[in-house]
């Protein structure tokens, strides 16, 4: 009776890890499709950019590499970015001790003021950019807020979400997971 439950134990092992391996491989795909992020195709770089934080201090792209980058454009009076913040924080103390890096950046035209406010209020701690000028909007070509990006460790843009998210749904998380771990 033993060696069958052994048997039958063993056969369930196998069939889950020939299940994952098929998963993993074209995951990615699957991935970027269910959480409706747009793949971007080609050798396309992230812009670089450098802004001041919400302490003065300037932040560069460029400090980022070598790790993946989630980079959120958002406004404070923009209610579809407000809907999807608590998720991004949420996502942000999941992957903070790992190769990843959530950005955000925030286009109010009014600067810090508001954006201090909002952040204090609702006590995210995420890094926060500030780019009152819209500037790396253009450089983005971001036509609506809110749009995230995906970017890989070399500093390629790999994947841009339009509209709202809930970033701490399972496939987020195993998506970023596989790009850590590539």
């Known amino acids: 009776m033993g060696g069958k439950v052994f048997l039958r134990c063993l056969s369930v092992i196998l ?3 020939v299940s994952l391996s098929f998963t ?5 795909e699957d991935l970027f499709s269910k959480i409706r992020i747009n793949p971007i195709k080609g050798d396309k770089k992230a812009p670089d950019f450098s802004l001041r934080d919400l302490n003065g201090k300037k932040v560069g792209i460029k400090q ?5 980058i989630f980079l959120n454009f958002w406004a ?3 209610g579809p970015c407000k809907e999807e913040m608590p998720t991004l ?3 942000h103390q999941q992957f903070k001790e790992k190769n990843f890096i959530l950005l955000t950046i925030s286009v ?3 600067g810090i003021k508001p954006v201090q406010e909002f952040i204090n209020k609702h006590q995210y701690t995420f890094p926060i950019l500030l780019d009152p000028k819209c500037e790396t909007l253009d450089l983005f070509e971001v036509k609506g807020i809110p749009t995230t990006f995906l970017i890989d460790k070399k ?6 979400a339009i509209g709202p998210r ?3 749904s399972p496939e987020v998380a195993s998506l970023l997971n596989l790009l850590i771990e590539k």
């Open 155 to 160: 500093g390629k843009m790999i994947g841009k």
């Open 108 to 110: 109010d035209y009014e």
């Open 89 to 91: 924080e949420v996502l």
């Open 15 to 17: 069939i889950l890890l």
């Open 24 to 28: 993993a491989e074209g995951g990615e």
């Open 76 to 78: 404070t009076w923009c």
């Open 64 to 68: 980022f590499k070598g790790k993946i």
């Open 166 to 168: 809930d970033w701490k």
